[in-house]
């Protein structure tokens, strides 16, 4: 009986290479965790710059708020300026506002800096304001596609209020950054350029903190910054005529012009002095809405377009709303017109 062949058992590694793999790994283990310490340690010293100009309140700082390059900027609002009444009116008047613009498109709007950082919402609200349509792709996914759709929008935004002298206190990297102050700055000089039916609170500031990395160090300073002013500076009427001086001088003489703010005296003088009948169906005889009034003055308005005038500085909103100025200066330019008719 032939005995079985000898397995020959298998060399064993040889130990000091074992223990170089071994430290090996641990020193690869030790120099990430050491990077990590780096990098947390980093965070920490963002946090402690900025949280130390914010006492007793804190930021609720995102780690790639404090991971600056060497002069690279950031920019948060104080939680003390959140929390103001007149921002969160301001915030909230903004939102509703876009939200009425898009109603047709389906589109919801509820935190501003998440909803319009990437240039979708953008698009579509100044393709409904001005009536236009971009040439952009409708939907991008990727950072650099999202940089160029805004890049786009805003240039179109900039065609329009640059020659009308508007300071543009926004760019690509703030908007798509999620900087509040600077989508709150675009989206108010979008409502005032387009005259919005909105009333915006006036004298709205906010605290802003502003951190910079220099020599490897962050620094961090607060800055105040204006978001609106007053109505009428808002609404782009700066110098005061003498219905000013009337209105401040004899507010009593001027209830009359009252009976124009359901805009159907407007509808049939305008018919009286061109001397044509206005169809009962294009307005409203007895408006009993805000909507119907500014209805009625907004065809008014087209009226007075038809007969040679230029357009009302004034909006159909402010006539129905009682602004004596704006229905005044609407007369006025009526009766400097049509002052000669027999």
């Not at 240039?119 to 304001?129: I, R």
């Not at 000089?189 to 802003?208: D, K, N």
């Not at 124009?260 to 408006?287: I, K, Q, R």
């Not at 500085?313 to 007369?331: F, G, I, Q, Y």
């Amino acid at each position: 009986m032939s005995s079985a062949p000898l397995r020959s058992s298998p060399p064993r590694p040889h130990r000091m290479k074992k223990d170089e793999s071994f430290l090996g790994k641990l020193g690869g283990t030790l120099a990430r965790k050491k990077r990590a310490k780096e990098v947390s340690d980093l965070q920490e010293e963002g946090k402690n710059a900025i949280n130390s100009s914010l006492s007793p309140a804190s930021v609720d700082i995102h780690p790639e708020d404090t991971l600056l390059e060497e002069n690279e900027e950031r920019t948060m609002i104080d939680p003390t300026s959140k929390e103001d009444p007149k921002f969160k009116e301001l915030v909230k008047v903004l939102i509703d506002w876009v939200n009425d613009v898009l109603v047709e498109e389906r589109i919801i709007v509820k935190q501003l800096e998440e909803d319009l950082y990437d240039g979708q919402v953008l698009q579509k609200l100044l393709e409904k304001l001005g009536d236009c349509k971009l040439n952009v792709a409708e939907v991008t996914q990727s950072e650099i596609g999202q940089k160029q759709k805004l890049q786009t929008v805003l240039e179109a935004v900039h065609e329009l209020l640059r020659p009308h002298g508007w300071v543009l206190r926004w760019n690509v990297d703030a908007i798509h950054g999620k900087n509040l102050v600077a989508i709150l700055h675009l989206l108010i000089s979008l409502a005032m350029h387009f005259r919005a039916p909105i009333r915006l609170p006036e004298h709205v500031s906010v605290q802003v903190v502003v951190v910079r990395k220099r020599e490897g160090l962050l620094h961090s300073n607060h800055i105040t910054e204006e978001l609106t002013t007053t109505s009428e500076m808002m609404m782009g009427r700066f110098e005061r005529d003498a219905f000013d001086t009337l209105f401040d001088h004899a507010p009593d003489k001027l209830s009359v012009v009252k009976r124009f703010a359901d805009g159907v005296y407007l509808v049939l003088l305008m018919g009286l002095l061109e001397n044509y009948f206005v169809p009962l169906h294009n307005f409203y005889l007895t408006p009993d809405s805000f909507d119907q009034k500014v209805h009625n003055v907004a065809f008014a308005f087209e009226l007075m377009l038809d007969g040679g005038l230029k357009k009302p500085k004034a909006r159909p909103e402010d006539v129905v709303n009682l602004d004596l100025k704006s229905t005044l200066r609407v007369l006025y330019n009526l009766f400097t017109k049509y002052k000669n008719v027999e």
